[in-house]
Nanobody, 128 residues
Framework: QVQLMESGGGSVQAGGSLRITCEAS????????LGWFRQLPGKEREGVAV?????????QESLKVRLTISVAKDNGKNRLYLQMNNLKPEDTAEYYC????????????????????WGQGTQVTVSS
């Protein structure tokens, strides 16, 4: 059973930093895309950053300079991180961890349509 458990969300002032974490387990893909998506109030869910089993990462271009995605592997589990710096009020959103199978010959993308499993989300609120 796939389990994705986010933590580390909270409230921060603009200009601050936050690191959110996802404990990911239970999936058996040899090729996978593991990443972060977010849903701003009243908006569609969007891809933020995704990383594959070879540590190749893709970022939403407009956010790239302020984000770092990374993964630590430990006994069959992955711990996924998203370091967010210089946070802005427009970053206020529910952040979701997600995983899906990476198709052979393809790189990971940022489309929510490719996600196989979702976490329950962690709220990040940035105040001005």
């Amino acid at each position: 059973q796939v389990q994705l458990m986010e933590s580390g969300g909270g409230s921060v002032q603009a200009g601050g930093s936050l690191r959110i974490t996802c404990e990911a387990s239970g999936y058996s893909y040899s090729r996978y895309c593991l990443g972060w998506f977010r849903q701003l109030p009243g908006k569609e869910r969007e891809g933020v950053a995704v990383i594959d089993e070879g540590n190749r990462a893709v970022y939403q271009e407009s956010l790239k300079v302020r984000l770092t995605i990374s993964v630590a592997k430990d006994n069959g589990k992955n711990r996924l991180y998203l370091q967010m710096n210089n946070l802005k009020p427009e970053d206020t959103a529910e952040y979701y961890c997600a995983v899906g199978q990476r198709e052979l010959g393809y790189y990971c993308g940022l489309s929510p349509a490719n996600v196989g499993h979702w976490g329950q989300g962690t709220q990040v609120t940035v105040s001005s």
